[in-house]
């Protein structure tokens, strides 16, 4: 590999649905539905990987609405007959759209032979990518969706421009007796950069913090059924990162000390009881009342995105396309959702702006690597 | 001991209404000892220390907290509880329908149906540690009262199947056929859809073989329904799920209702039971989005037109679950709602059209 670009985006995301995504495992007779977690910390998380797979059908679903209309007939008797095709995708224009790379993402011109199983699993990876053109199945190899999520034909494959870390809780919301507060570790605010320098890292009391004190009387707040002690300290949590996600303000954050966190949070969960139903009569199976647990409504997630390019090889989208590509589809993660049960009310995840600066200094944000 | 946090707030603050009937059941006492000024120290939100036309001496002492919340309620018109729900509704529902709606793709659609409700609705929560014996449904983290986006789909469904069956009666089979089609475009093509259409003792068996005659399924004589669904369900791999999504309501007060059983022999009342409810009057919205992504390789022209049919269907639909109700106890005339404000767009900012 040579030298290469590389940008790392960070991202923050909150739950406006209960959110599900499952471990596939089960035992037999009773169904207990868990939920992915991290396993130093048991503290659940959405991996980066369902991130990715469902990110990855969405830029498609938007890229083909855009072009389906506009693109050349690659299998045009004429198409067949001359040139290679690197020359074909310069030959062939869209269909009324003034050919202007670079000007919007969707016109690519690696993107005229887009279709929508670009996305999802790979139906045909055993032909080789130059027949993608005149096939109707599988990833096409060329577009931008196949460039920055990766694809595998039989004789390239290419793990793409894109790397998605999972996305961690943030700020957690747990029902108090003050209404609900967000809780967070010191661990977790230094980790996201929001906390102030010159703020001890140590959090290793029994003893919740607030910035504000939310009554006179009390000297104990209750998160869930945990009752601890707090005291109230001004420190300066950076929630302006959050701003165009949700307005968090100091007083809605409680820390908590780092090893009562996962307990707090994995006590909290939203917990759904449901029935198993035979698929073929229809009715209830007997014993068969199952649990799924969710992460709530209201999470606030943290995560971050690294956009890899190398550099000279125009096969590939500029990271700035692949930046505004994933702009305009990420909004489909506040009505389609990610994971499992999203046609019961599951899954809905809202996103925060990518924040993707052109001439951004390197070294505030992205950086220069070599790989 | 003193359980100083209810303070005087009972009437008006859902959360410390909340942690009274959740929290402080741990009482060890069976019957109340106390004097009144104990009680007073004890329960210090009593701040009117003579809700005792009532003997409150009888009232095991960690039932006195929701005794005298009903009390109150029954003395004052059924007083309810309001609730801050603006923090929440900003994370949940859309806030600019018609901007929110421009991102999606071509012939999609987004609906929100303003309501108020004309009865009490009630859906049982299955929080388990809760003094009220039916509390209504409330989010896990905000605890605000709400309708979930799933109850909404299987209220609606239910709907579209009585507007199918009406249009069966009138012999209209063309209606019927397009009407069918918007379901399993609208809520899914999953086996339980299809379950609920032949469960349902009215709907026309042969219009359903007729339907997936229609959509190119060859029949043999002696196919039962399911087979036949089966074979459509595997031409229709790509579209499982329904194209709408159903966002859920929240509202902003909560109250008391009481139900006053009767026994059937004897037809003397037996004990009240309290339900914890959303009263009447109160507004609620409801929002559907409509995305066709499983028909994006399609020709707009098809698109637009299954759009502009599902969402006639769907507008039937809400105007049929609002009559009839949503949540439990619908047979006692519960969760009826009252159409208030109705807006839709389109994906290129066009309004929908209230026809
Ligand atoms: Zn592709």
Redesign the pocket.
């Known amino acids: 590999m040579g030298e290469a670009l590389t940008k790392k985006i960070d991202i923050f995301a909150i739950s406006t649905d209960p959110i599900y995504i499952g471990t596939g495992g089960y035992t037999i007779g009773r169904v207990d539905n868990t939920i992915v977690r991290d396993p130093i910390t048991n503290i659940p998380k959405i991996p980066g990987s369902s991130l990715a797979g469902t990110w990855r059908y969405y830029m498609?679903l938007k890229l083909i609405s855009e072009i389906k209309d506009k693109k050349p007939d690659f299998n045009s008797t004429e198409y067949e007959s001359h040139g290679n095709l690197k020359e074909k995708f310069e030959r062939y224009k869209w269909k009324n759209e003034p050919e202007e790379d670079g000007k919007k993402w969707e016109y690519w011109k690696y993107n005229k032979?887009?279709?929508i199983t670009?996305a999802g699993q790979d139906e045909s990876p055993n032909i080789e990518i130059n027949e993608t053109p005149s096939s109707k199945t599988g990833?096409?190899?060329?577009?931008i969706?196949?460039k920055a999520f990766g694809?595998s034909k039989k004789d390239i494959s290419s793990q793409g421009m894109l790397f998605f870390s999972d996305l961690h809780i943030l700020f957690f919301p747990v029902y108090t007796r003050f209404g609900t507060k967000w809780i967070t570790s010191k661990r977790i605010l230094i980790e996201n950069g929001l906390l102030e320098n010159g703020e001890s890292k140590e959090n290793n009391e029994e003893k919740a913090i607030v910035l504000e004190n939310p009554s006179e009387n009390n000297k104990y707040i209750n998160l869930g059924w945990l009752n601890l002690p707090y005291e109230v300290r001004s420190i300066n949590i950076q929630t302006d990162k959050l701003k165009n996600l949700y307005e968090l303000s100091g007083k809605d954050i409680v820390i908590v000390p780092d090893q009562l966190l996962s307990h707090i949070i994995n006590s909290n969960l939203e917990v759904r009881t449901s029935v198993s139903i035979d698929p073929i009569t229809g009715a209830a199976k007997e014993g068969a009342l199952f649990t799924s647990e969710a992460i709530p409504r209201g999470t606030i997630f943290s995560g971050n995105i690294r956009i890899f390019k190398r550099l000279n090889d125009d096969t590939l989208p500029e990271i700035k396309l692949v930046c505004e590509a994933l702009e305009d589809s990420k909004h489909f993660f506040e009505t389609l959702g990610i994971g499992g049960m999203t046609t019961r009310g599951f899954g809905r995840l809202k996103m925060s702006s990518l924040n993707y600066k052109e001439n951004e200094n390197p070294a505030s944000g992205g950086e220069n690597g070599e790989s | 001991m003193h359980y100083e946090t209810i303070l005087n707030k009972t009437e008006d603050d859902l959360s410390y209404y909340i942690h009274f009937c959740k929290i402080y059941v741990d009482y060890k006492e069976t019957k109340i000892k106390d004097t009144e000024e104990d009680l007073k120290k004890l329960f210090p939100f009593w701040k009117n220390p003579n809700p005792t036309d009532k003997n409150f001496k009888n009232y095991k002492l960690k039932n006195f907290p929701l005794e005298y919340l009903k009390y109150n309620l029954e003395q004052e018109n059924k007083k309810q509880i309001n609730i801050q729900n603006e923090t929440f509704n900003n994370i949940a529902q859309i806030q600019n329908l018609k901007e929110f709606t421009k991102l999606l793709i071509p012939y999609s659609f987004a609906i929100e149906a303003k309501f108020k409700l004309k009865s009490p609705y009630f859906s049982h929560d299955d929080d388990e540690f809760y003094l009220i014996n039916n509390p209504c449904l409330k989010d896990k983290a905000f605890k605000v009262p709400m309708i979930r986006g799933s109850s909404w789909k299987g209220v609606l469904k239910k709907s579209a199947i009585d507007i199918i069956n009406e249009n069966n009666k009138d012999n209209d089979s063309n209606k019927t056929i397009e009407n069918l089609k918007s379901y399993f475009r609208i809520f899914g093509v999953g086996s339980e859809n299809f379950r609920e259409l032949i469960n349902d003792k009215n709907l026309d068996k042969n219009k359903l073989k007729l339907f997936f005659l229609l959509e190119g399924i060859s029949i043999k004589k002696d196919d039962n329904l399911e087979d036949i669904f089966k074979k459509y369900q595997e031409q229709n791999i790509q579209a499982q799920k329904g194209r709408a999504i159903f966002y859920p309501t929240f509202f902003d007060s909560l109250s008391l209702e009481v139900i006053n059983p009767h026994d059937r022999r004897t037809k003397a009342g037996k004990n009240p039971i309290y339900y914890e409810v959303v009263p009447k009057e109160t507004k609620g919205k409801l929002q559907i989005v409509y995305i066709p992504f499983d028909k994006v390789m399609a020709p707009n022209e098809t698109i637009k037109e299954e759009a502009e049919r599902d969402l006639n269907f769907l507008k039937k639909c809400i105007k049929k679950a609002f009559e009839n109700g949503i949540g439990a106890k619908t047979k006692l005339g519960w969760g009826k709602c009252q159409d208030i404000d109705f807006q839709c767009f389109w994906s290129n900012g066009d309004e929908c059209g209230n026809d």
Request: glycine content about 8%; charged content about 10%; proline content about 0%.
């Open positions: 498609a032979i887009a279709r670009c990833h096409c190899g060329h577009c969706v196949c694809f």
